[in-house]
């Protein structure tokens, strides 16, 4: 047995084996392939194993002379021979798929096939042809192909193209001309026809607007540092105001607890 060389089981959720010069009837190994082509593995291993205890025939459909018939089917017969050396070689595949990291259980088989191989004859004075095949398989993990990418409709393409363009066009900002880019009108007449309007052309185009207003404004604005910085002093500052607001209330209290013992004498009076 081989492990096929081909590139796309590289890549793609496949394995394969191959089974050369299989000492085997071709006739049955068709049959075989035939009854087990696009089944699981699992299903085909159990079939392969009542095959060869002889608890179940292989219907043949192809090749019926002199083949009578079994129960439950019309015409079969108990290949072991051949059903022993394919249920070695789906082992073999089954191996294959899980050295590829597939998951054995989900197993299809989506080629079977026997092909005759070339017959050697043997030696002696009565030379006599041998049985030889070659039997094929590829199997594919259930499941691992992803879904087909529906192509979306051409009327549907359209309209989001067109949606696309539109908001695009929103987005984009609208120049509005500016008092400066307005022309005036001429109250008086030109007569001279060879006027070059070169410079009043010049004098009507408008020039762009200047950063240093929006660097002025940037430079202006405070910093978060800067009001931090501010806001500490402005506390200092009230805390300072409220210090000296209690020490004068303090020191008014006292003079008049002190002038309603008669420890002061009123302005007004002299001794």
Request: charged share 30%; proline share 5%; aromatic share 4%.
């Amino acid at each position: 047995m081989a492990t096929t060389k081909n590139p796309k089981m590289e890549t793609g959720h496949l394995a394969a084996a191959k089974a050369l010069n299989l000492p085997v009837s071709t006739k049955h190994c068709i049959e075989i392939c035939d009854s087990l082509r696009y089944k699981d593995v699992s299903y085909a291993k159990k079939f392969l194993e009542e095959v060869v205890g002889l608890k179940r025939a292989v219907p043949f459909r192809k090749y019926v002379m002199n083949t009578g018939h079994k129960k439950g089917m019309s015409t079969g017969r108990y290949p072991t021979k051949a059903a022993s050396e394919i249920l070695k070689l789906l082992k073999s595949v089954e191996a294959n798929a899980h050295f590829k990291g597939l998951n054995t259980g989900s197993l299809k088989i989506t080629k079977l096939i026997a092909n005759r191989a070339p017959i050697p004859f043997g030696g002696g004075r009565h030379r006599t042809k041998t049985k030889r095949t070659h039997v094929e398989v590829e199997v594919k993990e259930r499941g691992a192909a992803g879904k087909k990418k529906v192509a979306e409709p051409v009327a549907q393409k359209k309209k989001e193209t067109v949606h696309a363009e539109t908001a695009a066009k929103q987005d984009s900002p609208v120049h509005k001309p500016t008092p400066e880019h307005v022309h005036t009108k001429h109250d008086h007449k030109h007569d001279d026809h060879n006027h070059d309007h070169a410079d009043d052309h010049k004098s009507h185009t408008s020039t762009p607007a200047k950063p240093a207003v929006k660097t002025k404004m940037a430079a202006e604005e405070p910093s978060s540092a800067e009001l931090l910085r501010r806001a500490q002093q402005k506390a200092a500052d009230l805390k300072q105001q409220e210090k000296q607001r209690k020490e004068t209330e303090q020191v008014s209290n006292l003079y008049e607890e002190l002038q309603k013992k008669g420890s002061l004498r009123s302005a007004g009076v002299r001794k």
